[in-house]
């Protein structure tokens, strides 16, 4: 069965960018990461919502009730460059997200917000722009054979050819399993997860061939073939890539769980001293804190933002083996938002690290979600989302020995690192 994602990934690229951009408000450079990244996300969402006849059968409402089998949304290139089409398009699109994704939509709008460096209400933009083609186009590829009802579940499941996904897709799709909001805590994730390269930072991106390969899962009920381009703020590790499944089981859990987030010693930490922000705002932070570090990055005009220049929570705690935050860590939260607050230029990226003990896949899932959690955290408390991202690295990028006990404490750690400032 002939790839969905792919074959819309190209008709999608055949048509100018521009005016997408314009309508939802970013550049194109932008908007081509995130255009990458929300066709397997609606794909994955309605192949979750068909794994059901009732949710099946409610999508197939919507097509029919809102005429997306019709001609006008089979030629995307004419729909997209007709007079207005781009309006229209968002317009028609934007009503239709919720009842094809139901209580997925809110995390997979996040997630493409973060993974695309894009603000949340341009992501929803899209996916409104974007859904009706993309139901049009499955209308045109179901069997014409058995029912409606099971031709769109049978196209649906049929593709599961595992390709390259973006980290943390798998975890946006599971949102409503318990109905979680995509706040602090802990997160239903996908455990097939191989390695993914975090490339050059601000959220501009090109597209670039990954490579991938995929894993057996354990309830192969349905998967979603991703789209093999993906985007990059690491150029160091080796590409990583986690493989997006539906209703899979999460993660085995690695023979030695990962501990928290071990705080440095107080003394490596110095004494707490003041530092005065911008907006007058003085924060009480140790000297040698992930605080003062960061304020005097931001303020000294001479250091220029890199991809090297990284720092470390000193003060965040997770639950063991969970990417749920501890109380402990609110006050350098707030100390984090209130320095954005008074730098509103900087922009952020957010690091999850693991040591290498334990299932490879299980690390790079807990490290992405600790990162995401964090990044949560910090919107919570009023920063604007479209300025930070997160990505895991699991294991990779160590910076200590994983052979000692010293050494993996080190490694086990939440990194920050100025995109923009």
Known sequence: MPNMINQLTNDFRACPLTGMASAIGENATRTKTALGAVLPALL?????????????????????KNNLDSSTYADISGAIGAPDGVTKLISTGRPLVELALGDRSNSITDWLSSFAGISRPSAMSLMSLTLPLVLGAVSRK?????????????????????????AGLAAALAQDEERRAPMVGTYDISPRVETMQIGP??????????????????????????????????????????????AQPLAPAPKTAKPDVVRPAAAALGPFVERELANSVRLNVPENGIESKLVAFIQDSSRPVDK?????????EFITDSATLKPSSEEQLRNIAEILKAYPPVRVKIGGYTDSVGDDVHNLTLSQNR?????????NLGIDRARLAAEGYGENIPVADNSTEEGRQRNRRIDIRVTNK
């Open 44 to 64: 994955g969402g309605l192949a979750k919502k068909a794994t059901t006849p009732q949710g099946a059968n409610e999508i197939l409402d919507i097509i029919q």
């Open 142 to 166: 179901m069997s014409p054979t058995g029912t409606r009802t099971a031709s769109l579940r049978s196209f649906l499941q049929g593709q599961v050819a595992m390709q390259t996904a973006p």
């Open 201 to 246: 930072g601000g959220g501009d991106y090109d597209f670039e061939q990954r490579k991938g390969s995929w894993w057996k899962v354990a309830l192969p009920l349905l998967a979603l073939g991703l789209l093999g381009y993906f985007f990059s703020d690491r150029t160091v590790e080796k590409p990583q890539v986690s493989t997006l499944s539906i």
């Open 308 to 316: 090297d220049t990284w720092f470390s929570f000193d003060r965040l």
């Open 371 to 379: 990162a995401i959690n964090t990044m949560n955290e910090i919107v």
